[in-house]
T-cell receptor, first 114, second 109 residues
Framework: IAGITQAPTSQILAAGRRMTLRCTQD?????MYWYRQDLGLGLRLIHY???????GKGEVPDGYSVSRANTDDFPLTLASAVPSQTSVYFC?????????????FGEGSRLTVL | GQNIDQPTEMTATEGAIVQINCTYQ??????LFWYQQHAGEAPTFLSY??LDGLEEKGRFSSFLSRSKGYSYLLLKELQMKDSASYLC??????????WGAGTKLIIKP
């Protein structure tokens, strides 16, 4: 079934540890995104990539890094996790062309930093 | 700054009609989106409006007034499965999506 796969679905992490959230899509979409979703707030963009080989910073990029070595994969890394990074993280993709902008989301990764 | 406002929570009765409002102030406008998100799941696309007026898609309709910075999502013949959060998002002049916090819709029998 075509779509976006995220891993892990849930993780508890000690503060200071490094963590990579994986995201893979098989729809050959150009654009990919990482969002975090916190209670009472809208989805906030962390980083994005308009096409393989390029990345950009979103609204809340500090403490996170991404890479886009190929079309399918867009991992998100927390170099040294802090409790404020406790959140649900969603990876998304879109065709990246035109204004329709429909996003396809993964099922989310729930991260708890203690 | 950029801002999307929508009610935090609404309650409606099965079989009835509910209207979820969204007002926005953004740097430019390249379309407004509605997404549905069931608890613990990913958001899924419902509708896209870029011109003023009403777009109808089955039981769901979405309206846009660009001059008023206003949209609503209309859900008819409510079903229990419509219990979810409804997210309003606006694409700004940089083609970035600005998201509202979402409206949690509770359907009662």
């Amino acid at each position: 079934i075509a779509g976006i796969t995220q891993a892990p679905t849930s993780q508890i992490l000690a503060a200071g540890r490094r963590m990579t959230l994986r995201c893979t899509q098989d729809m050959r979409h150009n654009a990919m995104y990482w969002y975090r979703q916190d209670l009472g707030l809208g989805l906030r963009l962390i980083h994005y990539s308009n096409t393989a080989g390029t990345t950009g910073k979103g609204e809340v990029p500090d403490g996170y890094s991404v890479s886009r070595a190929n079309t399918d994969d867009f991992p998100l890394t927390l170099a040294s996790a802090v409790p404020s990074q406790t959140s649900v993280y969603f990876c998304a993709s879109s065709t990246g062309t035109g204004n329709t902008g429909e996003l396809f989301f993964g099922e989310g990764s729930r991260l708890t930093v203690l | 700054g950029q801002n999307i406002d929508q009610p935090t929570e609404m309650t409606a009765t099965e079989g009835a009609i509910v209207q979820i409002n969204c007002t926005y102030q953004t740097s430019g406008f390249n379309g407004l989106f509605w997404y549905q998100q069931h608890a613990g799941e990913a958001p899924t696309f419902l509708s896209y409006n870029v011109l003023d007026g009403l777009e109808e898609k089955g039981r769901f309709s979405s309206f846009l007034s660009r001059s008023k910075g206003y949209s609503y999502l209309l859900l008819k013949e409510l079903q229990m499965k419509d219990s979810a959060s409804y997210l309003c998002a606006v694409m700004d002049s940089n083609y970035q999506l600005i998201w509202g916090a979402g409206t949690k819709l509770i359907i009662k029998p």
